[in-house]
Nanobody
Framework: QVQLVESGGGSVQAGGSLRLSCAAS?????????LAWFRQAPGREREGVAL???????YYVDSVNGRFIISYNSPKATLDLHAYNLKPEDTAMYYC?????????????????????WGRGTQVTVSA
């Protein structure tokens, strides 16, 4: 059973940075997979932020491109999201998601239904 546990959220001022981490277990890193960070602000739909797959491809939503970096630490089996130059509009609950036996495609950023496994989230709050 795949398990995803997020950590690293917190409260920062605009312009600050955070590193979110997702501890992943229950699957083989030698197989195909697509890992993702999504976020959901109050009253808004969940949106894809960044994707990383087993071929090393990455995808970003336009609003974070150039500010966020997604990476996978294979020995630790953690999916990290380095968020720089944070803005108040980045405030949201951030979720880690995974789908096995698939590589990512860019349009997966908009497809919550493409991911079977989800963590419980970590809150990021950015004040002006």
């Amino acid at each position: 059973q795949v398990q995803l546990v997020e950590s690293g959220g917190g409260s920062v001022q605009a312009g600050g940075s955070l590193r979110l981490s997702c501890a992943a277990s229950g699957y083989s890193s030698n197989s195909k997979y697509c890992l993702a960070w999504f976020r959901q602000a109050p009253g808004r739909e969940r949106e894809g932020v960044a994707l990383f797959d087993s071929s090393g491809d990455t995808y970003y939503v336009d609003s974070v491109n150039g500010r966020f970096i997604i990476s996978y630490n294979s020995p630790k089996a953690t999916l990290d999201l380095h968020a720089y130059n944070l803005k108040p509009e980045d405030t949201a609950m951030y979720y880690c998601a995974a789908e096995l036996n698939w590589l990512c495609y860019g349009h997966f950023l908009g497809r919550v239904d493409k991911f079977t496994y989800w963590g419980r989230g970590t809150q990021v709050t950015v004040s002006a």
